[in-house]
């Protein structure tokens, strides 16, 4: 199997006032192709700053972002130019956003924004770029999709409008696909919908899929594999059967405690404390703090993740022997 | 799409009688060779003849024994000449530094605003007086110093829309589809902000020619040429005795412009998308 993505040794900083602020610390991250990876993690634990800065979309002057390596396909983009990355931007990756309704530009007919996405990479044009955005429609099963293609986003539900999002980023078959929440702006029902529709995608093309979420059961049902992230670090990753089933990090395994299930019915359990800011990040392990396994070595140095078979774990008292 | 742009901005009675005044005006604007041939400026008959008094000069004639209807139909030609090009360079040059300004933000805005701001801060009326004292009182002269004096409000507006629709979801996912910058302003941010951009610059005709006028008036205008502004301007001498002179031709300024503003209104209602009917 090819592999869609390689990310190693992964850093991003925020440049600030306050100097550089580690976002995303030394994170590897490797799809292959047809494979869904998940990327887990409480808000702030920076799998939306990974996701974005995979394919560069953080500017410069705002964060310095750096790696040992990234590929995305065979292509090594650790010191890509901005030219080079906006031919992959599209092309060879494409990218879901959460709110649907602000992704698609307000005033252009939904067809003409798919229009302006074949024709950025030169895919077609004119009259057959229209009837490709048709048959992009369809394939993403937007019923009546020669008419709505001179329909503007304000016309069309929310689930229609991700649909659109979906056929934007899937117009030039990609290898891969980031979808950062992709789901938690719509409604439950529509939420399976959208994501069996990645799916098949994923099937007919034998795209790549990076998961954005925080929603462990759209992790159990759609993902392949899971990283859970905690303060910019990958903390722990595996199989979604083990991890779920055996977490090794009291991070995942706090995380899935405050799942609710139909099983336990009472007060849900919970992780005390907040993520640590970016400028108040503990010398040791992120997690000491609000960890209740924590032995006096974590708060003084960072445990390295490590394990065998693509299990892999970063922590000095896990659940289990890695 | 078009004919039914067309549709919802005839529907708007306002906007439809702004419409049809300009047209009147553009009609006579085009028609004034064939309907009065010859130079406006020649004298042709008596001496202050009121409107009526010969059948032969409906609008009169001046001090100087010229047709006023000759010089108002002439007049409409470069008054709305003047108007609409300069308010096009003026909103052209204007969307650009502010598009630009708006997007790249930090240093480049910087530099382009304080140079708006130069242009702003000088009254300008004024800086449209010195520019024409300048380089001579031609036509070009004076549709570029109108332009020079009408571009830095359409700069601002357009910059002010950029900053607040940079940071929208809809710019990074085009960014994600791979697009270049100048395709991104181009195809997705301008699109945004026709329908101010269409608003200001059809006002922008109307202080142009308001602007023409009075730079007309004051006799700065060209002398070769004849304008709404330049009769008035001759009419002041005898406003006291013959107030037909500036009232035809302030009458005619009064109803463009007011015809313009009507048709911005109408237009601004009929761009929003989110008015269509679905």
Partial sequence: ???VLQVEGLCTSFKTRRGLLPAVHNVDLRIEAGETLALVGESGSGKSVTALSILRLISPDHAQIKARSLRIGDEELCS???????????????????????SLNPVLSIGRQIVEALEVHAVARGKAAWDHAQALLERVRVPDAGRRLHDFPHQLSGGMNQ???????IACSPRLLIADEPTTALDVTIQAQILRLIRELQDEIGMGVLLITHDLAVVARNADRVAVMYAGRKVEEGHVADVLRTPLHPYTAGLLAATPDERSNGRLAEIPGLVPGLAEMPPGCP?????????????????????????????FNPIAPC | MTNSFFYRLACRPAALLGMLVLLAMALGAILAPWLYPGDPMSMVGGVLLRPGEDPTFPFGTDQ??????????????ITLLVGIVSAFAATGFGVLVGAIAGFYGDMVDGVLMRLTELFQTIPGFLLAIVFIVILGSSIGV???????????????????????????????????????????????????????????????VATAILTEAGLSFLGLGDPNLVSWGSVIGVGRESLRTSAYLTLIPGLAILLTVLAINLLGEGLNDAMNTRLRVA
Avoid at chain 1, 163 to 169: D, E, G, K, N, Q
Avoid at chain 2, 68 to 77: D, I, P, T, Y
Avoid at chain 2, 174 to 192: C, E, F, H, K, Y
């Fill in chain 1, 287 to 315: 997690f000491a703090p609000r960890c209740t396994r924590a032995l006096d070595v974590c708060s003084g140095a960072m445990p390295t993740i490590s394990g065998s078979s693509g299990r892999l774990a970063a922590c």
């Fill in chain 2, 142 to 204: 004076i549709v570029f110093s109108i332009a020079a004096i009408s571009w830095p409000a359409i700069a601002r507006m357009v910059r002010a829309e950029f900053l607040s629709l940079k940071s929208r979801d809809f710019v990074q996912s085009s960014r994600v589809i791979g697009m270049s910058d100048a395709r991104i302003i181009l195809t997705q941010m301008l699109p945004n902000c026709m329908a101010p951009i269409v608003v200001t610059s059809s006002i922008t």
């Fill in chain 1, 80 to 102: 890509a130019t901005p030219p080079m990355m906006r031919a992959v931007r599209g092309k060879k990756a494409g990218m879901i956003f959460q709110d649907p309704a602000t």
């Fill in chain 1, 1 to 3: 199997m090819s592999v």
């Fill in chain 1, 163 to 169: 649909r659109v999002m979906i056929a934007l980023a």
């Fill in chain 2, 64 to 77: 100087m024994g010229r047709d006023l209807a000759a010089e108002v139909f002439h007049g409409a030609r």
